[in-house]
Antibody
Framework: QLQLQESGPGLVKPSETLSLTCTVS??????????WAWIRQPPGKGLEWIGS???????YYSTSLRSRVTISVDTSKNQFSLKLTSVTAADTAVYYC????????????????WGQGTLVTVSS | DIQMTQSPSSLSASVGDRVTITCRASQGISNYLAWYQQKPGKVPKLLIYAASTLQSGVPSRFSGSGSGTDFTLTISSLQPEDVATYYCQKYNSVPFTFGPGTKVDIK
């Protein structure tokens, strides 16, 4: 059974960098059948796609966050990571890591597995 | 970027009612549209992808239709466990934008 687990600080100061890691278990992050994503949800609000990464390192980012986001992958640890720089209170959210199936017939970009999510609060 | 809208933003219906939620893309996205259900305090769950393909394990009372810019999610007979917020997401190309959500509760 695939499991995704987010880890990282729950509190980040304004202007600092938010760093999270997603550990994938029960499956290989190096499979060409999948891509991996970060999605966030501010308290009481909707879902926002942050970006995605393929095991080869190819990345795809949200237009609005592109200047502040870096997503990377460590295939030796079966992990992928998120860094978001210069955070403000508006970046307070539950951050989810997730999996995109990569299917020729139906495309890729929807999410079939989600981590449990981790709340990151930006506050001094 | 393509914008996604949903209507209504919330609805209240009786158990057994047929419920329809609409999702509209600002440009055509073919059938690259997914629907998710998020129950209060829970992780989102994939219901439908490719506009009309039911994810494994999802009850058959859920169905999706549409192509191009206009899509619908239908619950044929609303159940108490369907109380949730429903999101559409387009994935024809990046960015993979979500709709703002439709909150469904029981009357």
């Amino acid at each position: 059974q695939l499991q995704l687990q987010e880890s990282g600080p729950g509190l980040v100061k304004p202007s600092e960098t938010l760093s999270l890691t997603c550990t994938v278990s029960g499956g290989s992050i190096s499979s060409s059948d999948y891509c991996w994503a970060w999605i966030r949800q501010p308290p009481g609000k909707g879902l926002e796609w942050i970006g995605s990464i393929y095991y080869s390192g190819s990345t795809y980012y949200s237009t609005s966050l592109r200047s502040r986001v870096t997503i990377s992958v460590d295939t030796s640890k079966n992990q992928f990571s998120l860094k978001l720089t210069s955070v403000t209170a508006a970046d307070t959210a539950v951050y989810y890591c997730a999996r995109h199936p990569n299917r020729v017939t139906t495309g890729w970009g929807f999410v079939d597995y989600w981590g449990q999510g981790t709340l990151v609060t930006v506050s001094s | 970027d393509i914008q996604m809208t949903q209507s209504p933003s919330s609805l209240s219906a009786s158990v057994g009612d047929r419920v329809t939620i609409t999702c509209r893309a600002s440009q055509g996205i073919s059938n690259y549209l997914a629907w998710y259900q998020q129950k209060p305090g829970k992780v989102p769950k994939l219901l439908i992808y490719a506009a009309s393909t039911l994810q494994s394990g999802v009850p058959s009372r859920f169905s999706g239709s549409g192509s191009g810019t206009d899509f619908t999610l239908t619950i044929s007979s609303l159940q108490p466990e369907d109380v949730a917020t429903y999101y559409c997401q387009k994935y024809n190309s990046v960015p993979f934008t979500f709709g703002p959500g439709t909150k469904v509760d029981i009357k």
